[in-house]
T-cell receptor, first 112, second 113 residues
Framework: GENVEQHPSTLSVQEGDSAVIKCTYS??????FPWYKQELGKRPQLIID?????GEKKDQRIAVTLNKTAKHFSLHITETQPEDSAVYFC???????????FGRGTQLTVWP | EAQVTQNPRYLITVTGKKLTVTCSQN?????MSWYRQDPGLGLRQIYY???????DKGDVPEGYKVSRKEKRNFPLILESPSPNQTSLYFC????????????FGSGTQLSVL
């Protein structure tokens, strides 16, 4: 099955700076890559996703880039704010089984 | 309001005492899934269902059972809970059968003593 690795496990940035979280995947046939945000004590919520036929997708301060050749994708958050502080999970979907495999998460802390 | 409802939110039980965690969604979603979340391990899939009467194992199915008799409900059953099943459990659902754009429930914190 698919194996998704996520780095770093923790990330601290100053408010207004950018944050980048990277994930790699093992199955070159994987075709869908979502990112979920989980605030403390809350449920994970989808913030952005990308399909394998697209290289980049943006939504306001959030963007995701995908490099199929290198089998990695990244989440970029610009102009970070304290409310961006949360755990972020990447995931990849196994094209054969249709199952999502999650990374282990990145705790992002944005300092005012 | 569109939602995925899990019950209970918190549960403390003892080893071997059968329990069921319920999950219900009101969005007419075909896909439903259970995950467990443990510190440092992220979200791991236990079981999933692409439609009524169709269920499949995820990454960590041992010790769990599920059923999908109705489209809206997807209960998680622990026949004989053990301490290593102490975890935070999430139910999730999505439109279609692809598992994209998951809506998660509020979670169930289970402690097995």
């Amino acid at each position: 099955g698919e194996n998704v690795e996520q780095h770093p496990s923790t990330l601290s940035v100053q408010e207004g700076d950018s944050a980048v979280i990277k994930c790699t995947y093992s199955d070159s046939a994987s075709n869908y890559f979502p990112w979920y945000k989980q605030e403390l004590g809350k449920r994970p919520q989808l913030i952005i996703d990308i399909r394998s036929n697209v290289g980049e997708k943006k939504d306001q301060r959030i963007a995701v880039t995908l490099n199929k050749t290198a089998k990695h994708f990244s989440l970029h958050i610009t102009e970070t704010q304290p409310e961006d502080s949360a755990v972020y999970f990447c995931a990849g979907r196994d094209a054969t089984l249709g199952r999502l495999y999650f990374g282990r998460g990145t705790q992002l802390t944005v300092w005012p | 309001e569109a939602q995925v409802t899990q019950n209970p939110r918190y549960l403390i039980t003892v080893t071997g005492k059968k329990l069921t965690v319920t999950c219900s969604q009101n969005m007419n979603h075909e896909y439903m899934s259970w995950y467990r979340q443990d510190p440092g391990l992220g979200l791991r899939q236990i079981y999933y269902s692409m439609n009524v009467e169709v269920t499949d194992k995820g990454d960590v199915p041992e010790g769990y059972k599920v059923s999908r008799k109705e489209k809206r409900n997807f209960p998680l059953i622990l026949e004989s809970p053990s301490p290593n099943q102490t975890s935070l459990y999430f139910c999730a659902s999505s439109f279609g059968q692809s598992g994209e754009k998951l809506f998660f429930g509020s979670g169930t914190q289970l402690s097995v003593l």
